[in-house]
């Protein structure tokens, strides 16, 4: 069951990508880094001591300790690259119509069917992504929904 491993384990090859390429885009300043995340971030802890939620899983509080993790990393990276021309932001879409629900256990997809007319479209959720793109002047390490 290689899916449920690596649900259960931190995911790390976005942070990882990103610093392979941050002498790139130093040199390509100005550029940005954009990073998603969600409004689960508050259902979120940091559990250093259990990271990988091998000893205590549960699929809300990896989700939102996921991304909690955006965006402190988002805004680690603000800090580090402050003056070098080099921006990040950390975007919350909204409540896309994604395929994450596949993965969602009867009670949440009961829930999911209530929420859906809120929800927004993959295009709707795509315009915070592409406004933080595009935006000339935007706060360093800001959170954006």
């Given at each position: 069951?290689?899916?449920?491993?690596?649900?259960?384990?931190?995911?790390?090859?976005?942070?990882?990508?990103?610093?392979?390429?941050?002498?790139?885009?130093?040199?390509?300043?100005?550029?940005?880094?954009?990073?998603?995340?969600?409004?689960?971030?508050?259902?979120?802890?940091?559990?250093?001591?259990?990271?990988?939620?091998?000893?205590?899983?549960?699929?809300?509080?990896?989700?939102?300790?996921?991304?909690?993790?955006?965006?402190?990393?988002?805004?680690?990276?603000?800090?580090?690259?402050?003056?070098?021309?080099?921006?990040?932001?950390?975007?919350?879409?909204?409540?896309?119509?994604?395929?994450?629900k596949r993965h969602?256990?009867?009670?949440?997809?009961?829930?999911?069917?209530?929420?859906?007319?809120?929800?927004?479209?993959?295009?709707?959720?795509?315009?915070?992504?592409?406004?933080?793109?595009?935006?000339?002047?935007?706060?360093?390490?800001?959170?954006?929904?």
């Amino acid at each position: 069951m290689l899916h449920d491993v690596s649900v259960k384990h931190v995911d790390v090859g976005h942070f990882l990508l990103t610093f392979l390429l941050i002498e790139l885009l130093k040199r390509s300043a100005p550029s940005r880094i954009i990073n998603l995340s969600s409004m689960a971030h508050s259902w979120g802890t940091i559990r250093l001591d259990d990271i990988n939620s091998e000893r205590n899983y549960h699929s809300r509080r990896a989700y939102g300790q996921s991304k909690l993790a955006n965006i402190l990393f988002t805004r680690s990276l603000a800090r580090k690259l402050k003056d070098t021309g080099v921006t990040s932001y950390v975007v919350h879409p909204g409540i896309v119509r994604t395929e994450l629900k596949r993965h969602m256990n009867l009670g949440l997809l009961i829930m999911w069917k209530v929420v859906r007319p809120f929800t927004k479209t993959p295009v709707q959720g795509a315009q915070t992504t592409i406004y933080c793109s595009v935006q000339p002047e935007l706060e360093n390490g800001a959170y954006y929904r």
